[in-house]
């Protein structure tokens, strides 16, 4: 790795490579899936490679909290309630969200691992998240706690060797099954993944390209978030590779609807997955790349016997979030009989 960063290991990596056979004889492409649900630590998914860099920074400076962000069904919130109760730190989460009138599977796993969970109604006004964080961290640091701040899904600079790492054990594995030119394809939410995966590719010279597909709208506050998040990363480590908007190949055509709202689709490329590889993927994000990748192999963006690798970022306790169990169930019912 061309970058240094210290990290507190708490997963298992390297997480395997592998083939997929029966998908790939499906849709006639070479299909390999990167199982990074596999990392572990309350219940894995991609966010614990940008904890483990992120936990090693909160604990240099003392940290007894972790406090992050993010939406009703956060699985970042799960691995961070996951490592703060590793560290034997408090933690809270705070939701810029309707409180959505259900616990989500994940809300269910922070309580369950001792974090706090607020909430407050979006309001529209501009920087609100903002102040909810700093009124939270006025809260508990005046109850003398001392607060690291983690921003949504950990996508800051201090995260995103994470997916850096990902990277260069990704090229090696690759390299060593004979796809090291594959094309990899990723879910993209608040873009640290992305980012990781394409400063470590691009800045370790590997031949694998990167596609990411955007699981909720992307507007110009996101492109213009890629170029400011690229700019600090390569700031702060030092990276030879430059970039201009046009590298970061992000597909935006497959939001279908909107942020984690439940998808037909979405659940049938859940079905395919889980039924000709018995792999589960999630109904927001991975599920939702995965429609995506369908998609692109209808529309010929992706061609037949193309060398093709789906990073798993994990989520599947979101098959038991209400909203999107009720449709599971509804759909999977006629296989259940009753005698
Ligand atoms: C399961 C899963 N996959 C993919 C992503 C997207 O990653 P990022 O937010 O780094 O773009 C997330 C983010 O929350 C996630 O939970």
């Known amino acids: 790795m061309k970058i240094e960063a210290k990290k507190i290991s708490m997963s ?3 997480t395997p490579l592998e083939y997929l056979p029966a998908l790939s004889k499906e849709l006639g492409i070479e299909l390999y899936i990167k199982r990074d649900d596999l990392t572990g630590l309350a219940m894995g998914g991609n966010k614990m490679r940008k904890l483990e860099y992120l936990a090693a920074e909160a604990v240099e400076q003392g940290a007894t909290m972790l406090l992050t962000a993010g939406g009703a069904q956060t699985n970042h919130g799960r691995q961070t309630a996951g490592v703060a109760a590793k560290l034997g730190m408090k933690c809270v989460i705070a ?13 269910l796993l922070d309580r369950l691992m001792g974090a706090e969970v607020v909430f ?8 609100q998240a903002d102040k909810l964080i700093r009124m939270l961290i006025e809260k508990y640091e ?12 950990g996508s800051n600079e201090a995260g995103m060797p994470g997916y850096y790492e990902c990277a260069c054990e990704l090229d090696a594995q690759a390299k060593e099954m004979g796809i090291g030119d594959a094309t990899l394809i990723s879910a993209v939410g608040s873009i640290g993944t992305y980012m990781g995966l394409w400063c470590g590719l ?15 709208p992307f507007g110009e506050d996101r492109d213009a ?3 400011e998040y690229f700019g600090q990363v390569k700031e702060k480590f030092g990276l030879e590779c430059e970039a201009s908007r046009e590298d970061f190949h992000i597909e935006t055509g497959y939001v279908r609807g909107g942020y984690n709202l439940p998808n037909a689709d979405v659940r049938q490329a859940v079905y395919l997955m889980a039924r000709k590889e018995a792999i589960i993927l ?4 991975t599920g939702k790349a995965f429609a995506g990748l369908l998609d692109m192999i209808r529309e010929g963006k992706i061609k037949q016997g193309e060398k093709v690798i789906f990073l798993h ?27």
């Open 142 to 153: 005046a109850q003398g706690e001392k607060v690291y701040y983690i921003p949504f899904g």
């Open 120 to 127: 407050q109604a979006p309001t529209g006004e501009p920087g």
């Open 313 to 339: 970022s994990g989520g599947h306790p979101g098959i038991n979030t209400p909203h999107h169990r009720v449709e599971f169930e509804r759909e999977l019912m006629d296989g259940i009989t009753i005698l």
């Open 225 to 227: 978030r890629l170029m």
């Open 95 to 107: 939701c810029v969200d309707n409180y959505p009138g259900e616990i989500s599977a994940n809300i």
């Open 12 to 14: 298992n990596l390297p």
């Open 202 to 216: 691009r800045n370790e010279g590997s031949d694998l390209k990167l596609t990411g597909i955007a699981i909720l």
């Open 282 to 285: 999630d109904p927001c994000y």
